[in-house]
């Protein structure tokens, strides 16, 4: 059974050693999973419009604001479920690998020379599920956000895996695990108000690698420890990294 303290030494063992490229892979991941984002307060002043009094040219204004806002929505979705959770599967490829070796770079764009369209296509349905669990109000939407955490992990290391088999292999790896993973993530809050307070200084030179670090560790002390209790398990065969799907 895996602890916050075992995961958390490993991880600042795996950041240690091969210190700047995981700097830059979590930059890169932070933000293409919106770590950088900030909620704006955004509002200028009250408008002195009255209802009968907006013009012609401002009823375009806002027409053509809307328009822009809706183009730039389906080039940031495009943008998502073609290059940026593939990126996400290679981000995760390179801390798997972070645990064994020193990775280089290049292992981010993993994703885009092996099983590129299936990749797409699970983590495309690993998002509409997502999506429709949480139309039945937040809390669901959370726990299959924790019962599907293990997914890009799962095609890191499985990148040819049926899309369904991942979801699945993601929810049973995951049983009986989601507290304890919600547990870890609130252990970082003091960490995410430290970079917040530096305004991402420390988020980016500490705290997004040593956090994603961790995540990896828990995916691998999940798969080790959970290897023999799960139907179409991993190879186990510490030689072989990968950790192969036999479905």
Avoid: C
């Amino acid at each position: 059974m895996w602890t916050r303290a075992m995961l958390k030494t490993n991880a600042r063992a795996a950041l240690t050693k091969n210190y700047v490229n995981v700097v830059i892979a979590s930059l890169i991941f932070a933000f293409i999973s919106g770590a950088f984002s900030t909620s704006s307060a955004g509002n200028r002043g009250a408008s002195s419009f009255a209802t009968g009094n907006i013009s012609k040219e401002f009823i375009a204004f806002l027409t053509m604001l809307l328009g822009i806002i809706i183009i730039l929505g389906i080039i940031w979705m495009l943008l998502t479920i073609f290059v940026f959770n593939p990126l996400n599967v290679g981000v995760q490829k390179f801390f798997i690998e972070n645990h064994y070796s020193n990775p280089r770079l290049s292992s981010l764009l993993w994703a885009f020379k092996t099983s590129y369209a299936n990749i797409v296509k699970t983590m495309f349905l690993m998002h509409v599920y997502l999506i429709l669990w949480s139309l039945l109000f937040a809390i669901p939407g959370i726990i299959k956000g924790y019962a599907y955490r293990l997914v890009p992990f799962i095609l890191a290391d499985n990148p040819d895996m049926d899309p369904d088999d991942a979801i699945t292999l993601s929810r049973e790896m995951m049983n009986g695990q989601k507290f304890d993973a919600f547990v870890l993530d609130l252990s970082f809050i003091l960490w995410w108000l430290l970079s917040g307070i530096t305004f991402n200084i420390a988020g980016i030179l500490y705290v997004f690698p040593y956090i994603y670090a961790t995540d990896a560790e828990l995916y691998l002390a999940i798969k080790n420890g959970s290897v023999d209790d799960i139907t179409g398990s991993f190879n186990n065969n510490p030689d072989n990294n990968n950790g192969d799907y036999y479905g």
